[in-house]
């Protein structure tokens, strides 16, 4: 008759990642059986302060367009009937320049 263990993981992690890397790991140990898995994911961030970082984006996002529009409308000496243009220019522009992922830097190694 084979030894067999039963392992019961009930730790907890701070990602999804290491909670499927644990689980799985374990599972392959000389012996196991199998493996109940009640890793718990520990919330680091509330839903509140989840709010409050979208707000304070959507904040900073609409400043940003405010002033893309104004340079706008300077650059054309504050013609009137061009404001909602100059909105939706500055808003195309702005969103484009958000999705833009960062350069990469390369860095000389000696």
């Given at each position: 008759m084979h030894n067999c263990i039963r392992m019961l993981s009930q730790n907890s992690v701070d990602w999804e990642f290491q909670r499927r890397t644990t689980a799985s790991a374990v599972r392959?140990?000389?012996?196991?059986?199998?493996?109940?898995?009640?890793?718990?994911?520990?919330?680091?961030?509330?839903?509140?302060e989840t709010k409050m970082?979208?707000?304070a984006e959507n904040t900073a996002r609409s400043a940003m367009i405010a002033e893309a529009a104004y340079y706008r409308a300077e650059r054309r000496g504050f013609e009137s009937s061009h404001e909602i243009e100059d909105w939706l220019a500055a808003e195309s522009e702005i969103d484009g320049m958000l999705r833009k992922p960062a350069p990469l830097v390369k860095r000389n190694l000696i």
């Open positions: 392959y140990f000389i012996g196991v059986k199998g493996v109940s898995d009640q890793i718990v994911i520990k919330s680091k961030v509330s839903s509140q970082a979208i707000q």
